[in-house]
């Protein structure tokens, strides 16, 4: 499994930003074909943190993640 991934929401000037509700993560790049298979993909948000862990993929290799959350922008 990785390390725990961490996410915190911030304001446009990158200040921590209070935000209750869930975050996802999801792969965006990566082998092809390759899934999470084991972890916490969709975690509430504690004082603007969420924190994915025991992610596990099917296919070893580099891959690119994407967080996301309803109400929130990038």
């Known amino acids: ?3 725990d991934i961490v996410a915190r929401t911030e304001d446009g000037a990158g ?3 209070p ?6 993560i999801a792969i965006v790049g990566g082998p092809v074909g390759g899934t ?3 972890g916490d993909t969709v975690v509430a948000v504690v004082e603007g943190t969420a ?3 025991g992610l596990v993929f099917d296919k070893a ?3 690119s993640l994407e967080v996301t959350a ?3 922008v990038k």
């Open 70 to 72: 309803d109400g929130l």
């Open 61 to 63: 290799g580099d891959y």
């Open 51 to 53: 924190t994915f862990g």
């Open 36 to 38: 999470l298979i084991a």
């Open 19 to 24: 935000f209750a509700g869930t975050m996802r």
């Open 1 to 3: 499994a990785l390390t």
């Open 15 to 17: 200040n921590p930003a």
